[in-house]
């Protein structure tokens, strides 16, 4: 690499290069790259281009490819292709079925969960970090009605700068949006300087998630067994089917019998052999 950041002179992918680093994606995460996402692969891996002090995306494509800094650049290549649009209460119809049913049926099960033991739940592609923090307030709300009720969130991703941002609580104001304002009163903190418009979670809820890494296309996740509750949304879409089955035949590993599964709206699981039985929109529960 050179010393000093030359000019960019040429931003865009060839489609030999473009196919190349789709592969090595694939193969990793098992994100599809079909050509459709040409465009935004460049935009995303600009910011490594500059990072790194090349002159173009061929020169990037090279030296990550053909002089051996595949191993050291590979963490940075996945991060910046990883889509991470989240909010709270996203898919809010998730949440209300678990406020209104999802907890009482969970709670008659033989190891009553949140009483004998913890409520497990799993944010199993969690992004910045919205999702998880979400179910912390929820549970908290619940735990308000219910003094013994008790709960422990994980929530894992791949991408490890979205991880970073999870872990500080600290986002948008314009994320708050669809957050409940008697929920938002108890939970949140908003900047009182106007010229930084952000929210931070109060220490209560930070505390509440545990978050790590984990690449979803590994054999084996280092995660308990007798989850409670997974949610799994709105990433589906990047698989093909052989690894859409795949991950989720061993996400239902982690899924103790009774357990629920949530999936995004727009996703399918039908013909997959899952020892799953639907009991509402986008949500499964464990045989």
């Given at each position: ?17 473009f ?7 694939q ?22 281009v ?6 173009s ?5 090279r ?5 051996g ?8 290549l ?10 709270f209460?996203?898919?809010i119809e998730?949440?209300r ?8 049926a ?5 190891h ?21 923090y979400?179910?912390?307030m ?8 219910q ?6 969130i ?5 991408c490890?700068?979205?991880l970073?941002?999870a872990?500080?609580?600290i ?7 669809m957050?409940p304002?008697?929920?938002a009163?108890?939970?949140?903190r ?5 010229e ?11 505390q ?9 296309m590994?054999?084996?996740?280092p ?20 690894t ?24 399918t699981?039908?013909n ?6 639907q ?6 529960v464990?045989?």
């Amino acid at each position: 690499m050179n010393d000093t950041a030359p000019r960019v002179i040429n931003d865009s992918l060839s489609p030999h290069d473009f196919s190349r680093l789709g592969a090595i994606i694939q193969d990793h995460c098992g994100i599809r790259m079909p050509p459709t996402k040409r465009t935004m692969v460049e935009g995303r891996l600009r910011r490594r281009v500059r990072a790194l002090k090349l002159a173009s995306m061929h020169d990037y494509c090279r030296y990550v490819l053909d002089e051996g800094a595949l191993d050291s650049e590979l963490v940075n290549l996945i991060d910046a292709v990883t889509t991470n649009k989240t909010d709270f209460f996203r898919e809010i119809e998730h949440f209300r079925f678990l406020n209104e049913r999802g907890l009482d049926a969970l709670s008659r099960l033989p190891h009553h969960p949140g009483k004998d033991r913890p409520l497990k739940c799993w944010s199993a592609a969690c992004s910045t970090g919205a999702e998880p923090y979400t179910l912390a307030m929820l549970l908290h709300e619940h735990a308000r009605a219910q003094s013994s009720f008790r709960f422990d969130i994980i929530a894992t991703d791949i991408c490890t700068e979205v991880l970073a941002t999870a872990k500080l609580g600290i986002y948008p104001a314009d994320m708050a949006g669809m957050i409940p304002k008697a929920i938002a009163s108890r939970y949140v903190r908003r900047s009182r300087d106007r010229e930084d418009p952000t929210i931070r979670l109060v220490p209560q809820i930070r505390q509440s998630v545990r978050f790590g890494h984990l690449n979803l296309m590994d054999a084996d996740y280092p995660v308990a067994t007798d989850m409670d509750v997974i949610f799994f949304r709105n990433i589906l879409i990047y698989f093909d089917k052989p690894t859409q089955k795949a991950v989720l035949h061993r996400l239902c590993r982690h899924l103790r019998p009774g357990g629920f599964l949530f999936v995004g709206h727009s996703e399918t699981i039908a013909n997959m052999d899952l020892p799953l039985t639907q009991v509402a929109s986008a949500i499964f529960v464990r045989s």
